[in-house]
């Protein structure tokens, strides 16, 4: 019972972060001069209004729930995996690869090279899990130094024969690596205008293997020993060990999975939407909004499908607010996502604000 | 050749000092036992103050004062929330990461007509260089000493902080309560206020180190400028084993590498930059391999006090 009173709790206490971040930021709307229920009611509009705009809100969502995914796995096993960002480029550049030179059936093409970009990806987050165990070196380190080794890599590798030399954009996949759901069919629009749309958008099987991805990983927490494991070695390291607990083995596959996951997320996006990759300027954050992610998802699997949602929403929506009539700067979103955040840090905050109310009540 | 060595050493100084300032301020902050890893949005939010009121009013100095006010603010908050709220500090910090950026970003296009980078400023008006038009033009020392003053501020600053941390007392004070805040307690230290202090020192000094991307070492900020250098400071802090002279080493090789990056790119030798670009990422992790020690971090770092 207390699991469950402990668990409403924490959900409680998300939601009053969101509802405190939103808050906050149509303060900063107001100090700015715009209309937060204007912004605001044009942000909902924009994603719910249409089928369309909600169907891009899942593209939107599915890389950040994949690498959400990923640190919430590390998360829940004991890690802090900074490197989602690093281990999502791999597993887009082992798609790239893949998809440019295998020469498979398009039944298996994409499934297979998801499967590809998972073990490249995860054995890149293994090194990390690897080098905690062997080394005793700091993950939060050595994910950061790895981020900007596959961020270099992989401008890199765009710029060799393999992967046309001289240009800044990689080959494209073959049509048959590719996830979409509906080709470009012109007819469409008079029969079916929601199968119009999904072609319209582009949309393509990557969420529903998103969503695949989160079930696994939630009957990998729940009805494995796994967790356990990990938690038991987190309260008792002596005992576990003596209880046969391998620890090390533990913590590589976990970051193993974690890289695994974020590689799928690379993948999907190159496989759905991309179909290739370009150099980088900089890097491109997905690993940060999945660390957002995965906070607001509590590290529950299936949590950080409907935290990607939301922030998903807010990015599609973002792009709604900063053309006229409204122009507000996109970046509120991050304001909003950023203040989030910081409540999920300091539950004492909310707390303090309940107790607060309480006493009133009492007088 | 002589030319080449004094452009390296010249680059390595110029590409170390925002690293170094940074890491510096990330120094002070976790020998209290506050862990900061915002330091990437902290840093971006310095850089931006600092040239927006350098745009403004014209005066770098005012630009500075402003890129570590704000810095120490966001430092003092993220102090307040870890010692009185008990907040998880890592969680806080990727907040602080979060939020620098896009406040930043927010301000300047409301600043500046909706544009996500300031102005170009004048050379006259940036900080100012050191040994300017001492030295002939293109000599050895040019190369090594015509630098920004922030170079020279930086290094002066390891002096002052290498003297602040070990041989004051509010310096010790600031190191035992990372070390064991509840004996320090106990000898009448106050944890909070000495945590909540070194907190916002170090993110006066990350706001300077912004700072010095922006008005010194560039001349306008873009989204861009920063791109990680806080993330490298974090490294450079675990890298220099919470010592002073071992952040410096740390840094002047961060900046070494990308010196030599940018050096190489300049000649004729057919090595791939990108390649390149990972050696100082491979370094680090090779060298912390190499010589691991684990007792050198604060003892109490990113633990909540509790009286």
């Given amino acids: ?363 | 050749m002589i030319n080449s060595i004094a452009f390296l050493i010249g680059a390595t100084l110029m590409y170390s000092t925002p690293i170094l300032f940074t890491a510096l301020g990330g120094l002070i902050s976790e020998k209290s036992g506050i862990v900061n890893i915002g330091l990437e949005g902290m840093m971006v939010a310095g850089a931006f103050s600092a040239a927006a009121v350098t745009t403004i009013t014209g005066n770098p100095w005012f630009g500075l004062m402003a890129g570590s006010l704000t810095s120490g603010t966001i430092a003092f908050v993220h102090g307040l929330l870890s010692v009185y709220l008990g907040a998880n500090q890592i969680v806080s910090g990727v907040a602080i990461n979060f939020l620098g950026p896009a406040i930043s970003l927010f301000m300047c296009k409301q600043l500046f007509n909706g544009s996500t980078n300031t102005p170009t400023i004048d050379t006259s008006e940036k900080l100012p260089k050191l040994f300017a038009n001492i030295f002939t033009e293109g000599s050895f020392l040019d190369f090594v000493f015509h630098q920004d003053i922030t170079v020279y501020l930086a290094l002066f600053l390891v002096l002052v902080i290498g003297v602040f941390l070990n041989k004051t007392i509010i310096g010790l004070r600031i190191k035992s309560v990372g070390e064991h805040p509840k004996a320090s307690e106990t000898l009448g230290i106050n944890v909070y206020h000495l945590r909540v202090m070194a907190s916002t020192i170090s993110g006066a000094i990350v706001g300077i180190g912004g700072a010095s991307m922006s008005i010194a070492l560039s001349s306008h900020f873009s989204p861009t400028l920063i791109a990680g250098q806080g993330f490298i400071a974090l490294a450079a802090v675990i890298f220099g084993k919470w010592k002073v002279t071992g952040v410096l080493n740390a840094c002047l090789l961060f900046g070494f590498t990308q010196s030599l990056v940018i050096f190489i790119g300049g000649t004729d030798l057919e090595f791939p930059s990108k390649i390149l670009s990972m050696l100082p990422y491979f370094v680090t992790i090779i060298t912390l391999i190499i010589f691991k020690s684990k007792s050198s971090a604060p003892k109490a770092l990113g633990i909540p006090y509790e009286r």
């Fill in chain 1, 1 to 363: 019972m207390l699991s469950k009173i402990t668990k409403f709790k924490s959900i409680f206490l998300i939601v009053t972060s969101i509802v405190l971040g939103l808050v906050i930021g149509s303060i900063i709307l107001l100090l700015a001069h715009y209309n937060p229920l204007q912004v605001y009611s044009t942000l909902f509009v924009g994603i719910f209004a249409k089928p369309k705009y909600i169907l891009w809100t899942l593209l939107k969502a599915t890389p950040i729930i994949m690498t959400g995914l990923s640190v919430a796995f590390a998360f829940r096993i004991g890690m802090f995996n900074i490197g989602a960002e690093g281990q999502y480029m791999i597993g887009a550049l082992l798609a790239v690869i893949c998809g440019y030179y295998l020469d498979l059936n398009s039944s298996i093409h994409p499934i297979i090279i998801i499967i590809i970009a998972m073990l490249g990806a995860g054995i890149f987050g293994g090194i990390a899990g690897y080098l905690k165990i062997k080394f005793d070196l700091n993950e939060v380190i050595s994910t950061i130094m790895l981020n900007w080794i596959a961020f270099y890599f992989y401008n890199y590798m765009i710029d060799t024969p393999f992967l046309n030399k001289g240009m800044n954009v990689s080959h494209k996949i073959k049509a048959s690596a590719k996830l979409t759901i509906i080709s470009s069919n012109d007819f469409l629009e008079k029969t079916n205008t929601f199968l119009y749309d999904l072609e319209k958008v582009k949309f393509h099987w990557g969420f529903f293997i998103a969503i695949i991805l989160a079930v696994i990983c939630w009957i990998i927490l729940e009805k494995t020993t796994l967790e356990f494991q990990m938690k038991a070695v987190g309260l008792n390291p002596n005992a576990s060990e003596h209880a046969g607990i391998d620890i090390k083995r533990n913590k590589i596959l976990g970051m193993f999975i974690a890289g695994a996951l974020a590689g799928a997320g690379g993948a999907i996006q190159v496989l759905g939407v991309n179909f290739g990759i370009t150099t980088l300027a900089a890097m491109q954050g997905l690993g940060f909004e999945g660390i957002a992610v995965a906070l607001v998802a509590n590290s529950s699997p299936i949590g950080c499908i409907f935290s990607g949602l939301l922030f998903g929403g807010l990015r599609y929506g973002a792009t709604k607010i900063q053309v006229p009539p409204i122009s507000a700067p996109s970046e509120i979103i991050n304001v909003i996502i950023g203040m989030i955040v910081l409540f999920i840090a300091v539950p004492k905050i909310i707390e303090v604000l309940i107790r607060n109310r309480g006493e009133q009540y009492d007088k």
